[in-house]
């Protein structure tokens, strides 16, 4: 979703602008803000994930070197 709501966001926000269309316009303000936000979450998710690998790596050295 994310990018794809930005973009349409921005299209719809832009449709607005030009055609002096008030609410038009703050409709696709809401909507690429909602996809800017998801394309966040998606790359905090990532970068989390990554994390808790690296953890789980240390954790098996650690073991491994208790044993």
């Not at 607005?16 to 996809?35: F, I, P, R, S």
């Amino acid at each position: 979703m994310g990018i794809g709501e930005s973009i349409k966001g921005a299209v719809k926000s832009k449709v607005g602008e030009v055609t002096d269309n008030d609410q038009l316009e703050a409709e696709g303000d809401a909507q690429q803000t909602k996809g800017d936000e998801e394309t966040q979450e998606t790359k905090n998710r990532a970068e989390a994930k990554a994390h808790e690998k690296k953890a789980d790596a240390l954790d098996e050295q650690q073991d491994a070197l208790e044993s």
